[in-house]
Structure formats: structure tokens, C-alpha cells
């Protein structure tokens, strides 16, 4: 069992643990669900960070494809516009070349996919020739009274991509990014009448993604109801339990 050894060393930083794969034997897939505005980018962003490894969003791939103009883009404005989701295959194509580049040689973290079965068979036909990477997936749930405030209020700089809300966390001028004076934006889809829809999709796929994950043990629930540096602590802390059952099943 010795190539299944796993060294990670974790330490504390504020509220925060940093978890580094020491011989590199263990590779994360941390899948992030939860409903439009449960807080899956914010926490994607943040262990991102911590754990030095690549962010990947299908919706800013999507929102990156409409702004240039492409052919994707353009199918995917009238999806996202309407609320709907973008066909599996597209999105089967787009992620299996994108989790194919070297930055995701460590592993990496899925903000946004897989939403469907389908979406589902494609990550697994990738892992399957992945033996080393171990899939991690978090569904975050928030009340849905403060899922509306957090999705009218949020605000996105188009420079850096911080993400504000104008209730919960207003940036210090109005419209402006803290961290670079970039425009702070309102999403296209984020109004009532597209997030019902959008709440609508998600929740009609979702249930057997996570029931997917579920047999297979992998899914954790997180209580996404409070600030991001509680909610990511709950995340840490699952982490930490997996590296120790890890662990001990290797001793
Ligand atoms: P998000 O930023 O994750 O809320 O995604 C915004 C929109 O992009 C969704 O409402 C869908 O229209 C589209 N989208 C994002 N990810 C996917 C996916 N994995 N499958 C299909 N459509 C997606």
C-alpha cells in the first residue's frame, strides 16, 4: 500500500488550513454544489487560494464566451438568458479539454460542474484514468430567503472578478472594487424572474448528482447559511477528517 501513501501537512492560518500534498500521491477534485447563490464561487475562490489549486467555473467560462462573441458564446447568452442550461455536450467537450490542461495535473477545484448525470459520466471518465485523484464534494445549502438577497445584491468586478453584495458586503465606493477601482457589474441572469428558472434547473438535476456521489461517499454538506470564513471552515475541517480517515486506513 505504499504508493497509496499520503502525507499532508496541515497548518493554521487565521481561520483558514492549508493543506499541501507533501509527496504529491494524492490529487484533490473538489466539487462544489449548491443552488445560484448558495456561495459555491466564493468558496471555490478561497480554497483555491489556500490550497493552490485551479479554480475552474463553467459559468465564467460561459460569461467569458458570450463577451468575446463566439459561437458558444452565443448559445450560451440565449441559455443563460433564459435560465436554461447549456447542452451537456457542449459542456462534456469544453470540460474534458479543460481539466485535460497541466494546471490540473495537482488536481483542482469545479465550480458549476458537473450539474447533470451526464455531466456526471464525463468527470468519471476522466478520473477513471486518474487513480491518484481523490473527488471530494461539497453541497452547500442556504435558506432561500437569503439565497434571493444574496443573488439581487450581488456585484462582480469586471476587472478581477471579486464578487461584493450591496446588503451583506458593499464595497467601500459604491460600484467600484476595493481591491483594483475595477466596475463593479450585476450579472444578466441575476433577476427574479431568470433565478426562478435557474433554482428550477439546478434543482431538478442536482438531486441525482448528489444521490451519485452520495453512494459512492464522497458528498458532504455544508451549512452555507453563514459569513464565507465559517462556511469555508466547515469545508477545512471535512478535509481534515478525510485526510484522517485516509490515514488511518493506510496504517
Ligand atoms: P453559474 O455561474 O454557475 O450560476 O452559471 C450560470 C449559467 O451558466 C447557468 O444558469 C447555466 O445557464 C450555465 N451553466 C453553468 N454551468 C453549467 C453546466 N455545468 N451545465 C450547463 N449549463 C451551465
Redesign the pocket.
Same mark, same amino acid.
Given at each position: 500500500m505504499n504508493t497509496l501513501r499520503v502525507l499532508l501537512s496541515w497548518s493554521m492560518r487565521g481561520d483558514q488550513l492549508s493543506l499541501m500534498d507533501e509527496n504529491m500521491e494524492i490529487k484533490w477534485v473538489l466539487v462544489l454544489l449548491g443552488a &445560484?447563490g448558495s456561495g459555491k464561487?466564493t468558496q471555490a475562490r478561497r480554497l483555491s487560494r489556500t490550497l493552490g489549486l485551479p479554480q475552474i467555473? =463553467? %459559468?465564467d467560462i !460561459?460569461r467569458r464566451a458570450v463577451e468575446m462573441g463566439t459561437e458558444l458564446g452565443k448559445l450560451?447568452k440565449r441559455? $443563460?438568458q433564459a %435560465?436554461? !442550461?447549456?447542452p451537456d455536450d457542449v $459542456?462534456c467537450g469544453i470540460m474534458s479539454q479543460r481539466i485535460a490542461m497541466e494546471d490540473c495535473r495537482r488536481g483542482f477545484i469545479l465550480? %458549476?460542474? &458537473?450539474? =447533470?448525470p451526464e455531466?456526471v459520466k464525463c468527470l468519471d471518465v476522466f478520473l477513471q484514468s486518474k487513480p491518484q485523484m481523490k473527488v471530494g464534494v461539497f453541497n452547500i445549502r442556504v435558506n432561500k430567503d437569503l439565497l434571493i438577497r444574496r443573488m439581487l445584491g450581488r456585484r462582480i468586478c469586471i476587472a478581477c472578478g471579486e464578487i461584493y453584495n450591496i446588503y451583506l458586503k458593499p464595497p467601500k465606493k459604491e460600484g467600484v472594487c476595493n481591491k483594483d477601482g475595477g466596475k463593479l457589474i450585476c450579472r444578466p441572469?441575476d433577476n427574479e424572474v431568470t433565478y426562478g428558472h435557474?433554482q428550477l434547473?439546478c434543482a431538478q438535476t442536482s438531486r441525482t448528482v448528489m444521490e451519485h456521489y452520495s453512494s459512492r461517499d464522497v458528498l458532504y454538506e455544508v451549512d452555507g447559511n453563514w459569513e464565507p470564513g465559517v462556511v469555508s471552515t466547515q469545508i477545512y475541517a471535512t478535509l481534515g477528517k478525510v485526510r484522517q480517515e485516509l490515514e488511518s486506513a493506510l496504517d
Open positions: &445560484p464561487e467555473s =463553467t %459559468g !460561459l450560451a441559455k $443563460m %435560465g436554461d !442550461l447549456v $459542456m465550480d %458549476g460542474f &458537473p450539474r =447533470t455531466q441572469d435557474r434547473a
